[in-house]
């Protein structure tokens, strides 16, 4: 066979070289990939093992080719398994896998290159900080789908991420809707709310003593309530529609940014404070240009974790009644229907929606609490 | 001297006792003082001996227990809501979110003044203490030593008579403080304000003061005053003369006198 003459001129560099080069052996012993009849065709498998031989040679090549030829070689011989699998769903033998595995590697191997890669313009760097998680996801998504189909794992179980792909793709309208209903109105204003209440509270209990030992345990218990045992009480309150899931929210995020601010307000010095008082400098002038802003980097971390926990608040509590669109709500009927691809759909608009919004609001920490040693480095 | 010009700062019996949970710290016991406009007073003594609890106290961050004491002829409250003084801390405690030039405005936003009056007063504090060009910085892009001299700068653009200084100069390098002491002369004789100084290097206090005075721990008292004899104008060799190290040996006598450590 040709490509097991071209086997012995393949030289490795690296040990995720040498680990393809041995499953590529595993993989000829294991012939043929899958059990199903029609199979892999016979140029498709020779190109399979071409690609792959390829990326393993590759580190014998100047570094900016062999990351080409890395990146293509694997990903390559990744889509051909992956598109040959159609119509042998759930016949994968070992062959497949530990070309699969090969595959993986020298993906590996092509993120390791990447990552000693000393960047010359900005444009490059802020290219390569894409790049490597870039890949490092598509390979969660290659593998789950090679797997899911490979096996031939049910449907219901876990659909493999092109059938959730197309299942977004197909619903698109509805998905907008649910986002709109849940994000954009429950989960925005409970956020805004609940937040800014936590945090008005934080400055009437540094100002007035009484409250802080009157307030502060009661916050501490409204954080504690279960909030499947609120949702309901709160939907009997403000109605189906999303006042109720921003109720829900609102207590959610309300205690973490009360906790925080308490204590970001505390967070300045003994000698910064001095020295606001030799300025003899009121109240409300120490907090606006000292303690405030060096609670900040306390408020953003409640700000972060609000943004996650009004998210789950909002979905949660829609499983307790809602007109009929939502993400909660579509999640729970979804399930009811045996839907899982729409149920794994609304997951997945979910978590982009949670990392943009967590993002945006460390986009606005970097810009404002700059100063900080975490932030600025050191 | 002292009687000559009125008196800044004036103590009287004055005492201050801290409530610790080990029972009663006496900080301060029986401080007579007095120090006259345009003086430059060193405060020297080991740990605990209460010059900083002095100084603190004199700028109303501390209240004393007993006795009496004036600033400007006023309590130190009021002293300090009419913002008698400038304060400058053992470290810069300068905000970090704000520039050099923000950090030098801070006292001036506190009182209200116009963004013209501090535009005017900025640039000619930071001129003061070599610091133009660095308006736009963090404090944290600066070296301790320009740190300390911003945060100087900020005690003096407010344009208080009295200059209180607590170690400023203590977590600097031996090297950027001699030259940090020359600049600090050179200020004083330029505005001819008066400043306390709290220290506990001996070279320190008798290059910079015209006075100095010695204080012992357990309790905190003042156990020697010392008149300098040396000219106004002091050049940084002014330490290798035999009239320095006179006083200086005189300084060490009364610190080693006030010792009662029992080991």
Redesign the interface.
Known sequence: MSSLLSLSSITPRSWQGYAALILLVGALLLWPLVSATPGYGMATTVLIFILLLMAIEADNFPPMIGVVLLFLGAHGAAWMLLAGITGNEGSARGSFYLLLVAAWFLAWRCVTVLSSVRPTSRWASTALRLIIPAIFGAWILIIWEAVTRGAGIPFILLPPPSAIGARIVGSLPVLGADVRQTIFKAVIFGYVVGSSAGFLVAIAADRVPFLRRGLLPIGNMVSALPIIGVAPIMVMWFGFDWQSKAAVVIIMTFFPMLVNTVAGLTAS?H??R????????SYW?TLF??RL?AA?PFIFNALKINSTLALIGAIVAEFFGTPVVGMGFRISTEVGRMNIDMVWAEIAVAALAGSVFYGVVALFERAI????PSV?GG | MTGASPAVVSASKLGLTFQTNDGPVQALSNVDLTIGKGEFVSFIGPSGCGKTTLLRVIADLEKPTSGAISVNGMTPEQARQRRAYGYVFQAAALYPWRTIERNVALPLEIMGLSRAEQAARIKRTLDLVNLSGFEKKYPWQLSGGMQQRASIARALAFDADLLLMDEPFGALDEIVRDHLNEQLLELWERTNKTICFVTHSIPEAVYLSTRIIVMSPRPGRVSDVIESTLPKKRPLDIRETPEFLAIAARVRDGLRAGHSYDD
């Not at chain 1, 001095?274 to 400098?281: E, F, I, K, P, Q």
């Not at chain 1, 609490?369 to 900080?372: A, D, L, M, Q, Y």
């Open positions: 010095g000698m910064e001095d020295l606001m008082r030799t300025y003899a400098s002038q240009k000292l802003p900040a609490t700059f100063w900080h600025r």
